[in-house]
């Protein structure tokens, strides 16, 4: 017997006739907890950013999946989103995630956006890698951000002149997605996309 990822409730087993010729997969949560998020497909647009959707709004039930997810780094949970990112992402190529930081990849043991999906089976490119911003001095957090880029692109990287998708969990304040899309710009993309899991 199988229980959902988030609230352990047993899953109802799928019937035989339809396990068998595979036009339905095992659910890894429960109807409820599906239902407990809100889409939210929301669609924006900044000066560094073609498009931004997002597939979700930031409501209870998603809080507490992205806490599970993050900090108890339950990587299962990864699982829970895999259908509605490759529906969205069917079309788009040079998909390019977020990175996490060095530092934090370490103790969390997993960058969560790539984990998204690895388990949907999205191919990606690994094409930037985030900056120090530790050793910046008594500036604040606020000027940080103006001011010192976030982002680099790895060496030996040729960006062509296509459009690229950004991925992240959540898309705020879009400082972190401008930053990127800045330097995929600057190195030649034509346009830069984002597509995120949750609006807040
Ligand atoms: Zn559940």
């Known amino acids: ?116 999906l690895d388990y949907a089976k999205i191919p990606y490119l690994n094409l930037l890698e985030k900056l120090d911003q530790t050793a910046m001095g008594e500036k604040t957090r606020q000027e940080r951000l103006r001011t010192k880029p976030l982002f680099q692109l790895k060496p030996n990287i040729q960006i062509k002149h296509e459009t690229y998708t950004l991925i992240d969990d959540i898309y705020t304040t879009g400082t972190t997605l401008n930053h990127a899309a800045k330097v995929l710009r600057k190195a030649g993309a034509k346009h830069v996309e984002a597509v995120t899991l949750i609006r807040a």
């Open 1 to 116: 017997m199988k229980a959902c990822l988030l609230c352990e409730a047993i899953l109802p087993a799928l019937p035989t006739w339809q396990a068998l010729i595979g036009i339905d997969e095992q659910k890894i949560i429960c109807e409820s907890c599906s239902k407990s998020f809100e889409r939210a497909d929301s669609i924006d647009k900044t000066t560094d950013l073609s498009s931004v959707t997002s597939l979700y709004a930031y409501n209870e039930a998603m809080q507490s999946y992205l806490h599970q997810f993050k900090f108890l780094q339950d990587i299962a949970l990864a699982a829970v989103f895999k259908k509605e990112l490759q529906t969205i992402l069917k079309h788009q190529k040079n998909i390019v995630p977020i990175p996490v930081h060095p530092e934090k990849r370490m103790t969390r043991t997993f960058g969560q956006v790539e984990a998204l």
